[in-house]
């Protein structure tokens, strides 16, 4: 390999690392933002309506899941990443707009409302080829999986900084907190998509040999047909909802300095959004640790062992969260990333539980894919592409968790995450068996 070739190689590995960070980056603003959104007079304190802009992000899933799939073998990788980039800079520079003083009354949310959407459909189709081409780039085998790896790893790490970098610019929540307060994070993302653009535009990338569908190879069924396969679906959905609104709803909470509304430190309410934000980076902090504990076990613990064992100690979890009373208070560290500096604030012990979650949902994702595709042979590329469209999920659960959150309480709303744990437990204790072996697959 020449030198030129090799820096071009090392060169867009580094620029997809940097985009399997931007996935999380851009998908983790939904809660934080929704802090701000949650304070603005039009929105009136809704738990509900603040968490719109994660819908959107995820709802957008629901319709780019199937075609970003089919984006590669019609345009390629290379294409399919520039126009991903190029989406994302837009949905973005959409909600950079949002916070434009000339916007105002329900304007700006509606704005932002539709920039999350395209940022949503953008992180999809990133979400869809950035796997693949870093195994390319690879050259497959331990080589392309170990940058996968990496970059997970520095997806984990991105998505435990978000809501930490976010909080710490809102600071105190009040009425008149501002979009402009958070435009350091947009002038970020923009830079970093408009910079992957440009590296790609001029790395050469060769896709991969990809056969055509014909006639002869059309399938005789789909992945419906195998009813451990459609359960399987029901679980991702459920998953990516209790994976996002566990520490969006946290989020919420903490931050939430009302009279009527969660949990108030009377020494914090200057840095509400703060401590909120910081909670909600441990729990994707403590996912980032189990990734790592769990593909070193990975290999003498089945996937169904490790769905029983984590959704029965995240059901325990969420059930102890929910009966502690709120004060019941333990120290947690606070990280004031701006500042650089750590110290010990009070938050409530159904937080710390809360954030404990995070373990559990670490080794969800994989575990629920590995189950729903045993089996499953040539049709596990059209599963995936289900699979991809069920990330709604992390949209459509927290609004309706932030739904009860409005009525009964924060706390007693996190039945929603219980009813979705005890789905994947049933799951992985019966539903996951496949009982349409007579089906051919080769």
């Not at 992000?57 to 399919?80: C, D, E, S, V």
């Not at 994707?284 to 089945?302: E, F, N, Q, T």
Request: aromatic content about 10%; some cysteine.
């Amino acid at each position: 390999m020449s030198n030129q070739k090799k820096n071009g190689s090392i060169i867009a590995i580094v620029t997809m690392m940097f985009l399997y960070a931007m996935i999380a980056f851009v998908t983790n603003l939904g809660a934080p933002i929704g802090v701000v959104m949650k304070n603005d007079p039009e929105v009136g304190g809704s738990n509900m309506l603040a968490m719109l802009g994660n819908f959107m992000n995820f709802f957008a899933y629901l319709f780019m899941g199937i075609p970003a799939g089919k984006m590669l073998t019609r345009i390629g990788y290379k294409k399919t990443a520039m126009l991903g980039i190029l989406v994302g800079f837009i949905g973005v520079l959409i909600q950079f707009i949002s916070g434009f003083e000339a916007l105002e009354g329900y304007t700006d949310n509606v704005v932002y409302l539709t920039g999350a959407f395209v940022s949503g459909l953008s992180v999809c189709m990133l979400n869809t080829v950035v796997n693949p081409m870093l195994n390319l780039l690879g050259g497959g085998g331990n080589r392309g999986n170990q940058l996968n790896m990496i970059g997970g790893t520095l997806n984990s790490l991105s998505g435990t900084m978000t809501p930490m970098l976010v909080g710490a610019l809102i600071g105190q929540v009040t009425r008149e907190t501002d979009f402009v307060q958070i435009n350091l994070v947009l002038y970020i993302a923009m830079a970093v998509f408009a910079a992957a653009f440009c590296v790609l535009a001029f790395i050469p990338i060769k896709d991969p040999e990809m056969g055509k569908v014909t006639a002869a190879t059309k399938f005789e069924h789909t992945p419906w047909s195998f009813r451990h396969c459609t359960l399987g679906v029901i679980a991702i959905f459920v998953y990516v909802g209790v994976e996002v609104g566990i520490p969006g709803g946290l989020n919420f909470y903490l931050s939430d300095t009302s009279a009527n509304g969660g949990w108030v430190n009377p020494e914090a309410v200057l840095n509400a959004a703060t401590i909120g934000g910081a909670v909600a980076a441990m729990y994707w902090l403590l996912m980032l640790i189990g990734r790592l504990v769990s593909s070193a076990i990975a290999g003498k613990v089945s996937s169904r062992q490790l769905m029983l064992a984590t959704t029965s100690v995240g059901m325990v979890l969420i059930i102890a969260a929910i009966l502690t009373p709120k004060d019941v208070t333990v120290s947690m560290p606070l990280v004031k990333i701006l500042e650089g500096t750590v110290e010990m604030t009070t938050v409530p012990m159904s937080a710390l539980l809360l954030v404990l979650c995070g373990l559990c949902t670490s080794v969800m994702w994989a575990s629920i894919f590995n189950l729903a595709t045993e089996g499953l042979g040539k049709y596990t590329a059209q599963a995936s592409g289900i699979f991809m469209m069920m990330v709604v999920g992390g949209g459509v659960l927290p609004v309706v968790q932030s739904f009860f959150a409005d009525f009964m309480g924060y706390m007693p709303s996190y039945f929603v995450y219980l009813l979705a744990m005890a789905y994947m437990f049933y799951y992985a204790l019966i539903g996951c068996k496949n009982v349409n072996k007579d089906i051919p697959v080769e």
